[in-house]
């Protein structure tokens, strides 16, 4: 609930002003990949590949000049990573089998903090940039696993416990973006933008010999705002 009462201290904060604050739903679909740190040369996987990334959620921004505002929200983030490998192997407490194959997804929720410029091109159409960081808390996430070996075939899975597992649930991150902003006639406004966003801690556990990760992804996402105050 954490990231919950900071967003709402925020937004309480923002809308005080008197200046115009607008709301925004968004929700986005991408990619993320993994960031290495500290790989040996011989790892207990053959290949990390990019998994599907997903984002939703709800964001509050403040004008604080002509084409300039800040923002924040509450937004619920999926990572996902596709490792396969063939060797013994324990991944977040659970025994991986030989020849193993894993979509591994985890679970966050996510407080930015984030500054946009924009510029106006016509009367209906701005294009805009953001950059900023994040919190995420880590929520946790599972493990479907599955075994390639035609002698020991294994499909199973694990739940992730932060922690049991001892991970750290707090995770800053940074972030940028751009899009465009389309105004409609009813006063409402849609989004169209693609997003970078990379944690900047490692803390993922990857193979025997220590090396660990963080993730980073790139979304394409649309949204519709609504302008409130003057």
Known sequence: MKPLFLFLALLGLCSSLDAQFTLSL????????????????????????????????????????????????LVSRQYALNISGDGLFDLFGTALPPQYAVDLRMNTLEVPLRIKGSLTLSRVLDVYGRAGVAMNYLRGGDLRVSSESKLNFQQFT?????????????????????GVEIYLNSGANIHLEASYDRQLQPWLRLDNSGAKGSFSTLLFSGGLSIPIGR
């Open 26 to 73: 968004r929700g986005g679909m991408g990619t993320s990949s993994v960031n290495v740190k500290d790989q040996a040369e011989s790892v207990a996987f053959s290949e990390a590949t990019a998994g599907r990334a997903t984002s939703i959620g709800a964001y509050g921004s403040l004008i604080v000049a002509p084409g300039l505002s800040v923002e924040s929200g």
């Open 158 to 178: 694990s739940r992730i416990d932060p922690q049991q597992n001892s991970l750290r649930q707090w995770q800053p991150s940074a972030q940028a973006a751009g």
